[in-house]
Structure formats: structure tokens, C-alpha cells
């Protein structure tokens, strides 16, 4: 099915990325909601997010303060000119968010995940003309993200974009969503008109990588950044260790390049950053048989075997060799990766072993 879409027309800046949205994860306190508000729009920053209704995976953390925080950002709008956003989970929400005339409602990521709390939004926001921005849902299914884009689109929600921030996995990793870039890659290829942005504090959930996730977002063309800021990151309520001061921020955003599509490096930077994200994924991976090797390091303990087993050993560097000819790599090469890689697994298994 065809979205009917029109464009967000949010306000964006000439030499900065068009639309940044930027503010904390949660609104705190009505002093930590204007001051880090009016640092934000000194950078001239115009849209302000805030979360009012906080979606927290254990219970006993920090939930948001609900309604009572709604004037705040209605102050933040009076005293800065911003534009202001929020998440919306149900209905009431909704309601409330419009009530207190906040203008970008966005969808989280718990919330796309969950067809039957899309459409309840969706028939809330019948007759409606907001913008809405769908996050993309924790688990890595395109098809469900693009679902509940249709749900709220079928409301009549024309003004809509889509915001990545990345996929949850089991696994140790380096950042604490998989961005697996090629869905959102895919989902511009379906709807080419749909705007895409790209969140980067929840992708990474580290202030140190923000600025490469901005970066790699720009070269792949997105359409725009939602960045996690606040006024004193430290004594943050919620997402502390990925949120930075508005002053890094715009220290961020000024070093960003944004690329004309049109000139000639263009094709190298996109390659590169192809590049970067295989050797993410090699990364990933490699932790993934680390992994194992432990849990096989475990086996052995148990059972009173040996750490290393000449044959089976022999028998990797073989069957790598013969796979790396195959691939048009030289079969030393692959040998000495595996050398390493068996080097690592038998550092970890001894530790485990003699423990
Ligand atoms: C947020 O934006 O603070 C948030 C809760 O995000 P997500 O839905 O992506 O986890
Ligand atoms: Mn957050």
C-alpha cells in the first residue's frame, strides 16, 4: 500500500542538518526543562523534545511526571519560540499532549512494536493534523514498522516520518541498538517520500558515539537528527550516559559534514560507511563467538578436558584456508585471522578453566 504523505514543514536551519529535534530524555524538572530549553534555542536549535511518559523496562525507575509536566514545555514554547515534541503511548496521551499544544508527537519504540496500541493511537488521532513520528520497533521487522506507519497514516496523519533508533540484541555489544542500517536503508527504498531521522543517542547509548552515528546518518542522506540533550547530562533521571549539554551538542553539529549529494566524494564516503558497518557487524560477531568459546571453556572444565585440541584446531585452519580460496581471498590470510581468533578463545577458555 501507498502512504499518502505531505512534508513534515518543520523548521530546520541552512547549514545544520535540516531538523534537529533536541532535549532531554525525560522532563524533570520545570528548571531542567527551560534551562536546558533556552540553552538549546541560544544554539538556535527549534525543536525541543522532552519525554512526559517515560516507557522504563524494569519497574521502580523514573516514569515521567505525566500531565504536570505538559505546561513546562508549553512555557518552553512562549519563552523560546521552539517548536516542542513528545512520546505518546496511548490515547490519553494524546489527548493531553494536544490539549497542551505540543506540536510533533512522536511513537516510541516499545509502542510501533505493538499493533493492537498503534491502532488505538491511530483511531486517537482521527481528524487530526499533527505531525506524528514513528520510531522503529525494538525488534529488527521491517514490515511491522512499516504497518505502523500505515495504521496512523490510514488515520489521516499525512505528515509523517519515521525515526530509527536502532534494534535491541542479546548480545554484548558497542552499541546498545544494533543500527543495522540497511532497514532503514530499505524502508527510503519502499517510501522514498517518507522522512527519515535518525536518533543517535538511543542507537549508540553513549555520549562518545554521537557524533560518528550524526555523521554516518548524514552520509546515508536521512533527513534529519533527534539527539538526546540536557542541561547537566550527569544527574540525568533517565539515559544519563548518552545525553551531553547543549554546548557539545552544537559542538557536534557544527562539525558535521553535510554532504551534497552531488559531489564527487559522495560515493566514497557511502562506501565507507558500507565499510563501517561491516566491521561493526564483524565486531559483533566476533564477541558472539567469544561467547561461545567461553560456554565451550565451561564444557571443558566440566568434563576434565584439555583447552586445546591440536586436531580440532588443525581442522579450523583447513576449513577457513579452503573457504578463503573459494571467496577469492589467499587461504594465509584466512589462516592467520583464525590464528588470532584461536589465540583469543584459548586466552578466555584458560581463564574460565583455571578459575
Ligand atoms: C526516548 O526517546 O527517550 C525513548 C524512550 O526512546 P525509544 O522509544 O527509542 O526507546
Ligand atoms: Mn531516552
Known amino acids: 500500500m501507498e502512504l499518502e504523505l505531505q ?20 522532563a524533570e524538572t520545570e528548571e531542567q526543562v527551560l534551562t536546558t530549553a533556552k540553552e538549546l534555542a541560544a544554539k538556535g536549535c527549534h525543536i525541543f523534545r522532552a519525554g512526559i511518559w517515560k516507557p522504563r523496562t524494569k519497574p521502580g525507575g523514573f516514569e515521567g511526571n505525566g500531565e504536570a509536566a505538559l505546561p513546562w514545555l508549553k512555557e518552553v514554547k512562549e519563552q523560546t519560540g521552539m517548536l516542542t515534541a513528545t512520546e505518546v503511548a496511548t490515547p490519553e496521551h494524546v489527548e493531553l499532549a494536544l490539549k497542551y499544544g505540543i506540536d510533533v508527537l512522536w511513537v516510541g519504540a516499545r509502542t510501533s512494536a505493538n499493533p493492537f496500541a498503534m491502532q488505538a493511537l491511530a483511531d486517537s488521532l482521527k481528524g487530526i493534523d499533527v505531525p506524528v513520528l514513528v520510531k522503529n520497533p525494538v525488534n529488527p521487522d521491517i514490515e511491522l514498522w512499516i504497518g505502523a506507519l500505515q495504521r496512523i497514516n490510514q488515520a489521516g496523519i499525512k505528515r509523517l516520518g519515521a525515526i530509527h533508533r536502532g534494534f535491541s540484541s542479546y548480545d554484548k555489544k558497542i552499541y546498545r541498538n544494533l543500527p543495522m542500517w540497511q532497514i532503514p536503508i530499505e524502508l527510503h527504498r519502499r517510501i522514498p517520500d517518507l522522512p527519515i531521522i535518525c536518533d543517535p543517542s538511543h542507537i549508540g547509548g553513549r555520549r562518545d558515539l554521537i557524533a560518528p552515528l550524526c555523521q554516518q546518518a548524514m552520509d546515508l542522506g536521512f533527513d534529519g537528527l533527534i539527539v538526546e540533550s540536557h542541561c547537566a547530562p550527569d544527574e540525568a533521571w533517565s539515559d544519563a550516559k548518552q545525553q551531553v549539554t547543549p554546548d557539545i551538542l552544537d559542538y557536534i553539529l557544527s562539525l558535521l559534514i553535510v554532504r551534497d549529494e552531488h559531489t564527487t566524494t559522495e560515493g566514497l564516503r557511502q562506501l565507507r560507511s558500507q565499510i563501517d558497518e561491516i566491521d561493526n557487524l564483524l565486531m559483533d560477531l566476533l564477541a558472539k563467538r567469544m561467547r561461545v568459546c567461553r560456554e565451550i571453556g565451561t564444557y571443558k572444565k566440566e568434563h576434565n578436558m584439555t583447552v586445546l585440541q591440536a586436531s580440532r584446531y588443525n581442522e579450523i585452519l583447513e576449513k577457513r584456508g579452503a573457504q578463503a580460496s573459494l571467496c577469492g581471498m589467499s587461504p594465509e590470510f584466512a589462516a592467520q585471522v583464525f590464528e588470532h581468533i584461536h589465540e583469543e578463545s584459548v586466552r578466555q577458555q584458560l581463564e574460565i578453566v583455571n578459575q
Open 7 to 26: 512534508p513534515l514543514n518543520l523548521p530546520s536551519d541552512n547549514e545544520r542538518p535540516s531538523c534537529v529535534i533536541a532535549g532531554p530524555c525525560s
